[in-house]
């Protein structure tokens, strides 16, 4: 395999020897217009007199045979010039692209916060230098956010795990323990499971939703928001929620599972951070062409500043809000995770009175 010191060497030797060539064949051009003349003039000089010359300034001349002579020792002698100088030139040129690829190297060996930081002058390979600036900087953001984002889920994870042993070696440790006793301790490890369980399949969902689009199909936003009311109708009840809904169609192009996941997030996210005698509106339409759907949810009042932190993973402003558990902080990472695989706007405005008003804007579906 050719190492990067080699094959920049290769490039500057092909770049030499393009330079070298256009200056090489530059020489023969000038030659060939001055030479042509003369040649022109040798011929057209009648018999019996003397050849044309160059004549000088001190008023001597250079013979025909002199000047074709003097040519191609010039010729000669401007091939190691123009190779010289080709080697120079290519040499400047390619010091930006050494450090663009020293650089990367290091970044690359674990060093994100490094940046090329190439200034003047503004050409093409500053361009890039800035444009691979930006994509350093999108990398180290994406690490950071994995190494958060893992850090949290074991944090959650640990949690229950560590709750579920403390509750079995109590239950174990109790040389009273009755029937009801153990009976009791079983069912809160169930409980314990359970969350376990939801917690997983949140982080799956999160997952699905990061790795983006494998499929798309036509889906109805209407469809989808009456599928996800008809089995949460109940638990708002419970809770003293009112939903409604005014579901006019609006069509997109999608995975119907992430847009599935999208929706039931949101309608889940907008009962559940509610009051009694709450309200969650749904709506669904097309304006402009585009698909639009915008959940607006009574609660408590959120600070304009939280709310870009509340589509983070495991973000919460009020964690156990009303001593539930139900709640990950991953609703709304989800929802931001699916709308960014369909290349889709995702509005968020805190009202005034409380609680939220979130729009999603899909793409329209292209005419064939």
């Known amino acids: 395999m050719t190492s990067p010191h080699l094959a920049g060497k290769s490039l500057q030797i092909r770049l030499t020897l393009a330079y070298a060539a256009g200056v090489y064949a530059a020489g023969i051009l000038v030659l060939i217009l001055v030479l042509v003349p003369?040649?022109?003039?040798?011929?057209?000089?009648?018999?019996?007199?003397?050849?044309?010359?160059?004549t000088t300034g001190a008023g001597g001349g250079i013979s025909l045979a002199q000047a074709l002579t003097g040519s191609a020792v010039a010729l000669v002698i401007l091939a190691p010039v123009a190779l010289a100088l080709g080697w120079f030139v290519a040499g400047r040129f390619l010091n930006p692209l050494r450090t663009i690829t020293a650089t990367a190297r290091n970044i690359s060996a674990g060093d994100l916060h490094r940046r090329l930081?190439?200034?003047?002058?503004?050409?093409?390979?500053?361009?890039?230098?800035?444009?691979?600036?930006?994509?350093?900087?999108?990398?180290?953001?994406s690490f950071d956010a994995q190494r958060h984002f893992v850090a949290n889920a074991s944090h959650e994870l640990r949690t229950p795990l560590a709750g579920l042993?403390?509750?079995?070696?109590?239950a174990l440790a109790d040389p009273n323990a009755d029937t009801d006793t153990l009976r009791a301790a079983c069912q809160e490890?169930?409980?314990l499971g359970e969350h376990q369980e939801r917690l997983v399949r949140a982080l799956l969902a999160l997952a699905t939703s990061e790795r983006g689009v494998t499929r798309r199909d036509t889906v109805d936003l209407a469809r989808v928001v009456e599928g996800a009311l008809a089995s949460r109708r109940a638990r708002a009840a419970e809770n003293g929620i009112d939903l409604s809904?005014?579901?006019?169609?609006?069509v997109t192009a999608g995975d119907p599972k992430l847009i599935e996941s999208l929706v039931t997030n949101l309608i889940d996210n907008a009962i559940r951070h509610n009051h009694a005698g709450g309200q969650v509106n749904i709506t669904t339409q097309t304006s402009g062409g585009q698909p639009v759907l915008r959940v607006v949810n009574s609660g408590p009042v959120i600070p304009g500043e939280q709310i870009q932190r509340l589509f983070q993973p495991f973000q919460k402003l009020a964690p156990d809000r009303h001593g539930r558990r139900d709640g990950y902080g991953l609703g709304l990472a989800i929802v931001n995770a699916v709308t960014e695989a369909h290349n889709a706007t995702l509005t968020t405005n805190a009202r005034a009175e409380g609680g939220l008003n979130i729009a999603v804007q899909f793409a329209r579906i292209p005419e064939h």
């Open 38 to 54: 003369l040649i022109s003039i040798d011929a057209a000089t009648p018999e019996g007199r003397p050849s044309s010359g160059v």
């Open 245 to 250: 809904e005014n579901l006019a169609p609006a």
């Open 189 to 191: 490890a169930l409980a």
């Open 165 to 170: 042993r403390t509750l079995l070696e109590v």
């Open 117 to 141: 930081d190439l200034g003047e002058p503004a050409d093409e390979l500053t361009e890039l230098g800035h444009t691979l600036d930006g994509l350093f900087a999108r990398l180290q953001a």
